[in-house]
């Protein structure tokens, strides 16, 4: 089986919304994906995984998440504990049928090979397990419980790199 990895394009609508829909019943609130693919500042990384030319997987990262995004006061903390700028990923999405055929763990390290001198952070459920294994395989540490950070009775954990 032949992955390749690409950046994704607005072409990919189609396949990343079937995607996504496959997966997350309830719905996907992230960045649009229009602004995935207009980026002319860099600021966004968006990458997908095709066999077959068909959407298997796919990474949202933010590179530099504060030109993006207002820092909370927790994030503030990361950054001045860490003295880096924060980079982050919103979604690291691989279709059931691919799952651990390392895609996933392909899609984040192409990522954070593009910033090497950022603190990575991501928020995850505190109920995905799964997630929650996969960051820790790719070297994330869980540093911080966030809670009801979804909802009244879902916590966040934030797993850093």
Partial sequence: ??????PLEFSDLYEYKNLLSSLFSKG?????????????????FAQ?????D???GFIVGIKEYGKVRQLSEFENG????TGKQLANVPA???HENFHRKRIGLTLLNNFLAKIPDSATFVYVPHTNLAAQHFLETAGFCANATLRKFYDEFEDALVFMK
């Fill in 28 to 44: 996907f609130v992230g960045v649009l994906f229009k602004e995935l693919c207009d980026n002319p500042n860099g600021y966004f």
């Fill in 78 to 81: 990361l950054c001045a504990v």
């Fill in 92 to 94: 690291v999405v691989v």
């Fill in 48 to 52: 997908g995984a095709f066999v077959e």
């Fill in 54 to 56: 068909k959407l298997v």
């Fill in 1 to 6: 089986m032949d992955i390749i990895y690409r």
